[in-house]
């Protein structure tokens, strides 16, 4: 559970400038043990208790993530860690919690330099009172669905994560909530078009303590991680300017990971919020205020992240890509925009 202490709730001055990639060389680095599987090189590091940069938090733990490597063809990604940073910025204009994702390297013994995001781990702050239980989606889903498989996940369904609930007993007000946060996570991936919000990349967090004799219970959705398969990360430098010109076709072909149910194929993003407001419609407030929201500052900030000095160009974001990158989100804000006023 993010508090205070996060980046996510800092004034926009204090975030990273284009001067500021962080060097993760000689931090305590380690392959992660709690953090969800995925497709790319995850490692755990501290942040030194001597590190100078604003933006980061000292002797906080924090997620060093490498390009996707395709394991068929080897291609390397060297674009797509750029996303979750962007997708950060995203989250904070149009208040969806996304875990504060910022450039940063390390230099390799052969001398080479190779690039990935650092974000920020979204609970176990420096001083922080509470005492995170994490409940991943996948043991979730496990506990309704018999054989349940967590590698490819395709049984992830939403009605299946409304009986994981159901479970819990918990109080209507909670259940509520929790649907309200997770339906924040869907409008975010619909925006951005994120194709792998599976059965490990959400997370019910429950903070259970006794403070001054009182027993303190807190429980709600993870912020929105792992948001790297989206917004164009697949498309080859040389195929951006099609792609551009045939946006609204490119944008209509992503589907959300997550079925409606557990009989039902995958289906696109927008579909999947229209069932979801047919089916709740207090969650229409939600996406009014996300569609109100001015986007514009999202672009400032994709265009600043293309100044960021890049000691590998390899890694750099070029400015086609950034432009590809504002096209999608506009086109599927629009989209979004188009289908709150015919529900």
């Known amino acids: ?48 208790s001597d590190n100078t940069d604003k933006f980061l938090i000292k002797g906080h733990r924090y997620l060093f993530k490498e390009p996707m490597v395709k394991e068929k063809s080897g291609h390397t990604f060297y674009w797509q860690f750029w996303n979750e940073v962007i997708a ?59 054989g349940f498989d967590r590698v490819k996940g395709r049984q992830h369904n939403f009605q299946s994560i ?46 259970m303590r006794i403070e001054n004799d009182d027993r303190i219970l807190e429980i709600g959705f993870s912020p929105a991680f792992d948001n790297g398969t989206s917004l164009g990360y697949e498309i080859f430098e040389e195929n ?15 589907k959300q990971h997550l079925k409606w149910d557990i009989n039902s194929s995958k289906i696109n993003h927008f579909e999947f919020i229209k069932l979801l407001l047919a089916e709740k419609p207090a969650l229409k407030p939600i996406l009014q205020e996300i569609i109100n929201a001015d986007i514009t500052p999202v672009f ?31 086109t599927r804000f629009n989209e979004l925009k188009e289908l709150n006023a015919t529900n």
Request: hydrophobic fraction near 35%; charged fraction near 25%; aromatic fraction near 12%.
């Open 240 to 254: 951006i300017s099609n792609i551009i010109n045939n946006l609204n076709a490119y944008t209509k072909k992503g």
């Open 1 to 48: 559970m993010f508090t205070s202490q996060s980046q996510f709730y800092k004034p926009a001055d204090t975030e990273q400038k284009p001067d500021e990639a962080v060097s993760i060389t000689g931090w305590y680095l380690d392959t992660p043990k709690t953090y969800p599987e995925g497709s790319r090189e995850k490692k755990e590091v501290f942040c030194p």
């Open 300 to 330: 400032k900030e994709i265009d600043n992240l293309t100044r960021f000095i890049i000691k590998n160009e390899k890694y750099r974001l070029s400015e086609s890509r950034a432009n590809l990158v504002k096209d999608i989100i506009k």
């Open 88 to 146: 950060y910025k995203l989250g904070r204009v149009i208040n969806v919690q996304v875990p504060p994702a910022f450039v940063a390297y390390r230099k390799l013994q052969n001398g080479k330099i190779e690039y990935g995001a650092l974000i920020e781990w979204f609970y176990g702050y420096p001083n922080s009172t509470k005492n995170i239980r994490v409940l991943q989606g996948g043991s979730l889903m496990s506990n309704v669905i018999e």
């Open 162 to 207: 409304k009986k994981t609930l159901d479970v819990f007993n918990f109080d209507p007000e909670i259940q509520s909530h929790l649907i309200s946060e997770f339906f924040r996570m869907l409008v975010l991936d619909a925006i951005t078009g994120n194709t792998d919000r599976h059965q490990e990349n959400w997370e019910i967090l429950v903070d």
